[in-house]
């Protein structure tokens, strides 16, 4: 019996799908715990792709039941496509996925106020998603955000969101000057969409005390990454839940006392999309060749992703807020054909050298990254059938990023396939 955590190591976008895809054929339930539609988890096999932005990726390898759990902030209508797209893959959802009921709704107008909050940002927008994630975060903190279960609830959830409406028209039409809402047409367009969800949406965390209590294998799918955690991360540029290790369990209902690991997951190099800091953001050539070898444009967005080096003080930031005890190292076959790879060790800031991942706004603003610089393999990671057919300059690059943050390199990712994948 295991329940692993599954985390981004780094701002997102690190392959968590895959990885998550490829560990669910040994678990009983794959959970998301946090985020929402924001999140693009990529996964491939016989030769298909898909991109799943809500369902866990667990649902395409075995028979792992997938949880949508109460953390989640759910666009139903985002839902509903999705649903389509993965029976159409073939996989039936039927006694398999479920959704928990408390798990908040994200509404028309949680995407309206997304986008005219980050028109009103000007050059600070965060450069969000423009999903709806904040918003919806915003109402459920507020106390006044609408849950799966009120979906199912007509004359309660009408009254809710004609409530809810008349507020966000007075902040729209008043403070950005934009035009109202139609609570109508936000009531009309959800009846189908309720009709469609009503099977999945249950109590699922009583579903999870159960199955750890009958020694179920669980793996909780984090979205986003540890550094756009809303209280770790690079705030204010940053996502509105918690992707970290505390996060999983605040959004699934099990215990803390009840996860056995927690693996990061990171790139053999970094990316971020959307604004914020980036210490070591390449503008150069060396970014654009990492951009292009890597096909690094936003799952969700398509937007291109700001790329650079591996960044160390960063990553053991993340290894320690997690508890990390294992590492998966994702496209490692990106650097193939580099004559040389850098990684940052330390950052200099205001003319110190320091190897701590500071927390205060604004301080990774003018940090100068110090990188150590290794030698490329000039072969394709793709070959290796094992760890130990890796080339020894692989190894050493690896070796060094275990040295360094104390967690251990088990899974690594060598190509987007489910089989371009090394256990050691
Ligand atoms: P939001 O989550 O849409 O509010 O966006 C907040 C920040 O998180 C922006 O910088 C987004 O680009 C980033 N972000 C949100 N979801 C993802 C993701 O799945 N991968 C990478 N970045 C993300």
């Given at each position: 019996?295991?329940?692993?955590?599954?985390?981004?190591?780094?701002?997102?976008?690190?392959?968590?799908?895959?990885?998550?895809d490829?560990l669910s054929k040994d678990a009983d339930f794959v959970?998301?715990?946090?985020?929402?539609?924001?999140?693009?988890?990529?996964?491939?096999?016989?030769?298909?792709?898909?991109?799943?932005?809500?369902?866990p990726?667990g649902i395409f390898n075995g028979s792992a039941k997938c949880i949508?759990?109460?953390?989640?902030?759910?666009?139903?209508?985002?839902?509903?496509?999705?649903?389509?797209?993965?029976?159409?893959?073939g996989s039936d959802l039927k006694d398999r996925f479920?959704?928990?009921?408390?798990?908040?709704?994200?509404?028309?107008?949680?995407?309206?106020?997304?986008?005219?909050?980050?028109?009103?940002?000007?050059?600070?927008?965060?450069?969000?998603?423009?999903?709806?994630?904040?918003?919806?975060?915003?109402?459920?903190?507020?106390?006044?955000?609408?849950?799966?279960?009120?979906?199912?609830?007509?004359?309660?959830?009408?009254?809710?969101?004609?409530?809810?409406?008349?507020?966000?028209?007075?902040?729209?039409?008043?403070?950005?000057?934009?035009?109202?809402?139609?609570?109508?047409?936000?009531?009309?367009?959800?009846?189908?969409?309720?009709?469609?969800?009503?099977?999945?949406?249950?109590?699922?965390?009583?579903?999870?005390?159960?199955a750890?209590?009958?020694?179920k294998n669980?793996i909780?799918?984090?979205?986003?990454?540890?550094?756009?955690?809303?209280?770790?991360?690079?705030?204010?540029?940053?996502?509105?839940?918690?992707?970290?290790?505390?996060?999983?369990?605040?959004?699934?209902?099990?215990?803390?006392?009840?996860?056995?690991?927690?693996?990061?997951?990171?790139?053999?190099?970094?990316?971020?999309?959307?604004?914020?800091?980036?210490?070591?953001?390449?503008?150069?050539?060396?970014?654009?060749?990492?951009?292009?070898?890597?096909?690094?444009?936003?799952?969700?967005?398509?937007?291109?992703?700001?790329?650079?080096?591996?960044?160390?003080?960063?990553?053991?930031?993340?290894?320690?807020?997690?508890?990390?005890?294992?590492?998966?190292?994702?496209?490692?076959?990106?650097?193939?054909?580099?004559?040389?790879?850098?990684?940052?060790?330390?950052?200099?800031?205001?003319?110190?050298?320091?190897?701590?991942?500071?927390?205060?706004?604004?301080?990774?603003?003018?940090?100068?990254?110090?990188?150590?610089?290794?030698?490329?393999?000039?072969?394709?990671?793709?070959?290796?059938?094992?760890?130990?057919?890796?080339?020894?300059?692989?190894?050493?690059?690896?070796?060094?990023?275990?040295?360094?943050?104390?967690?251990?390199?088990?899974?690594?990712?060598?190509?987007?396939?489910?089989?371009?994948?090394?256990?050691?």
């Amino acid at each position: 019996m295991a329940t692993k955590i599954i985390i981004g190591a780094q701002w997102g976008d690190e392959g968590k799908g895959k990885i998550v895809d490829h560990l669910s054929k040994d678990a009983d339930f794959v959970v998301r715990y946090q985020g929402g539609a924001n999140a693009g988890h990529t996964i491939k096999f016989d030769g298909k792709e898909i991109v799943l932005h809500l369902i866990p990726s667990g649902i395409f390898n075995g028979s792992a039941k997938c949880i949508i759990g109460n953390g989640v902030v759910i666009d139903p209508n985002a839902l509903v496509d999705e649903i389509d797209e993965v029976e159409a893959f073939g996989s039936d959802l039927k006694d398999r996925f479920y959704v928990s009921g408390s798990a908040h709704v994200i509404l028309p107008y949680h995407k309206i106020l997304d986008q005219v909050r980050e028109k009103s940002r000007g050059k600070d927008a965060i450069g969000t998603t423009g999903r709806g994630i904040g918003p919806a975060y915003v109402s459920k903190v507020a106390r006044v955000g609408i849950r799966m279960a009120d979906l199912t609830n007509g004359a309660a959830l009408e009254k809710m969101v004609r409530s809810n409406v008349t507020e966000i028209n007075k902040a729209l039409t008043h403070v950005h000057k934009e035009p109202e809402i139609d609570v109508d047409e936000i009531l009309n367009g959800l009846n189908p969409v309720i009709e469609r969800l009503k099977p999945y949406i249950c109590n699922t965390t009583n579903m999870l005390h159960q199955a750890i209590a009958s020694g179920k294998n669980i793996i909780l799918e984090g979205a986003q990454g540890s550094l756009l955690d809303i209280d770790h991360g690079t705030y204010p540029y940053v996502t509105s839940s918690s992707p970290t290790a505390g996060g999983a369990c605040v959004g699934s209902g099990i215990p803390p006392t009840s996860i056995t690991n927690a693996i990061g997951i990171t790139k053999a190099y970094s990316t971020r999309v959307g604004n914020g800091p980036y210490p070591t953001e390449l503008f150069d050539g060396t970014g654009e060749k990492l951009r292009k070898n890597g096909a690094e444009f936003g799952a969700t967005t398509g937007r291109p992703r700001r790329c650079g080096w591996l960044d160390l003080v960063a990553l053991k930031y993340a290894v320690n807020l997690n508890g990390l005890d294992q590492l998966a190292l994702t496209k490692l076959d990106v650097l193939d054909d580099f004559d040389e790879i850098q990684v940052c060790t330390h950052y200099e800031i205001n003319g110190k050298k320091t190897d701590v991942y500071p927390v205060e706004t604004g301080a990774l603003d003018h940090v100068k990254p110090i990188y150590r610089t290794f030698g490329g393999w000039s072969s394709s990671c793709r070959d290796a059938k094992s760890y130990d057919q890796l080339p020894n300059e692989v190894k050493t690059y690896i070796s060094f990023i275990e040295e360094y943050t104390g967690s251990r390199c088990s899974i690594i990712s060598t190509g987007p396939g489910r089989t371009e994948t090394l256990i050691r």
